[in-house]
């Protein structure tokens, strides 16, 4: 390696450990501010209310806004009763308050190693729960009958106005890639009265959601419906363009589901619906939207058996609802909404098969064709081949393959461009008091030579899309979890072997490794003419750094394999005779 080279490693280093440290002190000033504020907030509340009065449901502010959930409303004296009701996946507990799923227990997955996968493990609002404005009065007592040999479990209750709600949530009794993971939710809404009975818009709860381990991204966690934005935790504190939001509340026609996600599993509730726009026994879509933050508190984090940093922090929670549309029944008659709750892991091979487009909760974004065609190669893959390091190296020399042709091209210019290098030099000193004659001289030298400047860098911005579709690939692909390479113990993690003491930085080997090997590829290719273009490729392995160094080891497998390749096809076509710079001939003139 040059003397560049080195510098450039160097720098790399000395800049990806000056922004650890910097971001983790402003971390830390961030806890300690809204732990702060949240405890003078706390204490002026106490010192406002009455002795014994409760606190006041969708009050907001504005240092308390994303601190807890609301209260539940609920009499102490009704015991709260838990069913059971298991499938060969998952075991869901249902609750008699709020009539609902309280806890969904995922039996093919785990958490921390040797850890149960809890859903809605730290919320206190029960998936499928019914209440009149979202977040309160969820936890109303109903009475429950359990149906073992059916598979399901009805909850009821009857109101002051005679509206009895009446809840069967039913378990698939077999199970294959399109019910595993699915509850199928009927609600009965019966005018017991004598009079008509208008039943206002009420919300469905879709439960919480946070994050598995502390080193997963918090922006990964949050809320999303169709047709809207994923709406992450973090975006809740607002930012440079947006103010801090204790919940968010929107209103949209024909939303045909809704959900809550971390980066791998999710919670999502579908309305079944046959004849859109009718309230009648085929159903209505849902007509609004609800979130809102909470965090879980370090101690009961630790308590649950995840590991934490040591410090007291709050990992940041969303709980969700979708609105359904007000109607009117009148006296004696029913109507049924069905719903089909998917509540599992955030995978893409099962979302796609359900109905109404909540594979969308993926929220692959602007690359979402290429990361779903990586992942479904991915997959295949894996059954092929059995490991999905494998699958990601194997996936990674094909498309290298693919694009050898494009990168002998690009070699082969950049190499005329090294040829140009004398030329162009005579031409900067020239007219070095003169930029915009020497700009001039340079592009017609270009032109006269047959050179395309930015032939060199095509197959880098093909990689582009490539390398942001396994980003946000990668960084959701639940299949990863757990699986090890060498020294990689999962996949889907950062691969950190050890921790810097006293600040407690982790050092993640295939990131550095990742960015040596850029460093390699860089020293091996042929220098371009242009300055600006190979300042640019310098700054190249510190970008990919920051992307890689505290994402899933999977992303920097797959660059650090493309890198290999790359020098080893530069190795392959180095004795290649050099290309021979000289003017196209003049096209002939018609005669």
């Given amino acids: 390696m040059d003397r560049k080279g080195i510098i450039a490693v160097a720098l790399s280093i000395i800049t990806l450990?000056?922004?650890?440290?910097?971001?983790?002190?402003?971390?830390?000033?961030?806890?300690?501010?809204?732990?702060?504020?949240?405890?003078?907030?706390?204490?002026?509340?106490?010192?406002d209310a009455p002795v014994g009065a409760?606190?006041?449901?969708?009050?907001?502010?504005?240092?308390?806004?994303?601190?807890?959930?609301?209260?539940?409303?609920?009499?102490?004296?009704?015991?709260?009763?838990?069913?059971?009701?298991?499938?060969?996946?998952?075991?869901?507990?249902?609750?008699?308050?709020?009539?609902?799923?309280?806890?969904?227990?995922?039996?093919?997955?785990?958490?921390?190693?040797?850890?149960?996968?809890?859903?809605?493990?730290?919320?206190?609002?029960?998936?499928?729960?019914?209440?009149?404005?979202?977040?309160e009065g969820i936890k109303v007592p109903f009475s429950a009958k359990l149906e073992v040999a059916s598979g399901a479990i009805v909850f009821d209750r009857t109101d002051a106005k005679q509206l009895q709600l009446t809840k069967r949530f039913t378990v698939p009794q077999i199970e294959d890639l399109k019910t595993d993971y699915i509850v199928q939710l009927d609600v009965t809404f019966t005018n017991r009265g004598a009079q008509p009975l208008t039943v206002p818009a009420y919300f469905v709860h879709t439960g919480s959601a946070v994050a598995v381990h502390q080193s997963d991204l918090p922006n990964y966690t949050g809320f999303?419906?169709?047709?809207?934005?994923?709406?992450?935790?973090?975006?809740?504190?607002?930012?440079?363009?947006?103010?801090?939001?204790?919940?968010?509340?929107?209103?949209?026609?024909?939303?045909?589901?809704?959900?809550?996600?971390?980066?791998y599993f999710t919670t999502v509730i579908s309305p079944q619906v046959e004849s859109p726009g009718t309230p009648t026994q085929s159903g209505q879509y849902g007509a609004s939207v609800w979130a809102k933050r909470f965090d879980v508190p370090d101690p009961i984090w630790k308590e649950a058996g995840r590991t934490s940093s040591g410090e007291n922090v709050k990992h940041p929670a969303v709980d969700g609802a979708l609105g359904m549309p007000a109607f009117?029944?009148?006296?004696?008659?029913?109507l049924t909404q069905k719903f089909q709750i998917y509540a599992g892991p955030r995978e893409y091979g099962r979302l796609r098969l359900l109905p109404n487009g909540e594979a969308e909760i993926m929220d692959f974004g602007m690359f979402g064709i290429v990361s779903k065609t990586l992942l479904n190669s991915m997959n295949w893959l894996h059954g092929k081949l059995g490991t999905y390091a494998a699958a990601i190296i194997v996936l990674t020399l094909i498309i290298k393959t693919m694009l050898w042709p494009l990168q002998n091209k690009a070699t082969n210019s950049m190499k005329r461009m090294q040829l140009l290098q004398p030329k162009m030099t005579e031409l900067r000193?020239?007219?070095?008091?003169?930029?915009?004659?020497?700009?001039?001289?340079?592009?017609?030298?270009?032109?006269?030579?047959?050179?395309?400047?930015?032939?060199?860098?095509?197959?880098?911005?093909?990689?582009?899309?490539?390398?942001?579709?396994?980003?946000?690939?990668?960084?959701?692909?639940?299949?990863?979890?757990?699986?090890?390479?060498?020294?990689?113990?999962?996949?889907?993690?950062?691969?950190?072997?050890?921790?810097?003491?006293?600040?407690?930085?982790?050092?993640?080997?295939?990131?550095?490794?990742m960015a040596a090997t850029m460093l390699w590829q860089m020293a091996l290719s042929p220098k371009s003419g242009d300055p600006m273009q190979q300042r640019i490729f310098m700054f190249m392995p510190l970008i990919f750094i920051a992307f890689c160094y505290n994402f899933a080891s999977a992303l920097a497998l797959y660059w650090t394999v493309q890198n290999l390749f790359s020098v080893v096809q530069l190795y392959a076509t180095r004795n290649q005779a050099p290309p021979i710079l000289e003017k196209p001939a003049a096209p002939r003139k018609k005669k």
């Fill in 17 to 47: 450990v000056l922004w650890m440290h910097f971001n983790n002190v402003e971390m830390k000033k961030i806890a300690a501010t809204r732990a702060e504020a949240e405890a003078i907030a706390a204490e002026q509340a106490a010192k």
């Fill in 54 to 135: 409760p606190a006041t449901p969708g009050t907001e502010s504005p240092t308390t806004a994303t601190t807890a959930t609301p209260a539940p409303v609920t009499d102490p004296a009704i015991a709260e009763q838990v069913e059971v009701l298991p499938s060969t996946s998952v075991d869901y507990s249902f609750s008699n308050l709020g009539g609902g799923i309280s806890r969904v227990l995922l039996k093919k997955h785990e958490a921390e190693r040797g850890t149960k996968m809890w859903l809605n493990e730290f919320g206190s609002i029960p998936i499928g729960a019914i209440s009149e404005a979202a977040g």
């Fill in 224 to 263: 999303k419906w169709f047709g809207g934005k994923f709406v992450d935790a973090p975006s809740f504190d607002g930012g440079w363009f947006s103010k801090a939001k204790s919940f968010i509340a929107e209103s949209h026609p024909n939303i045909s589901w809704a959900g809550v996600a971390n980066q």
């Fill in 328 to 334: 009117t029944l009148e006296p004696g008659k029913s």
């Fill in 429 to 513: 000193e020239k007219y070095k008091d003169d930029p915009t004659r020497m700009n001039t001289e340079v592009m017609k030298l270009y032109k006269d030579y047959g050179v395309n400047p930015l032939s060199g860098c095509l197959p880098m911005l093909i990689q582009i899309p490539i390398f942001f579709g396994f980003y946000n690939m990668l960084g959701k692909a639940v299949e990863l979890r757990n699986s090890k390479f060498l020294w990689v113990q999962d996949l889907s993690q950062p691969d950190t072997i050890w921790h810097f003491p006293s600040v407690g930085w982790p050092l993640n080997v295939l990131p550095l490794l």
